[in-house]
């Protein structure tokens, strides 16, 4: 059985772990990461159903600084909304 560049280097790492913070701390080493993982997981759902449930897309960017130039408040407003209001308040201008 021989062992390809790949192992050799995992093997490597686990015994240097074990020799730097002994065969404790490896499992909160483990457990740390993971526990991060998950909440960079959760934390980029959550932008994602943010993003969803005010219907922004990413070339919404102009229209809310349009909307922002204008003096109209954004936060919470579907895009429909700021739409309408930049229409209402450009309609008044005139």
Excluded: C, H
């Excluded at 280097?9 to 686990?14: A, E, G, Q, R, T």
């Amino acid at each position: 059985m021989a062992f390809s560049g790949w192992e050799w280097v995992i093997i490597l790492v686990v015994v240097a772990g074990l020799v730097l913070w002994g065969p404790k701390k490896i499992p909160e080493l483990a457990r740390s990461i993971g526990d991060a993982r998950s909440e960079f997981e959760k934390a980029s759902k959550g932008e994602i159903q943010r993003a969803i449930a005010n219907d922004e897309t990413p070339g919404d960017d102009t229209l809310i600084e349009t909307a922002r130039k204008l003096g109209i408040n954004t936060l919470g407003k579907t895009k429909a909304e700021i739409s309408k209001e930049i229409v209402d308040k450009y309609a008044l201008k005139e």
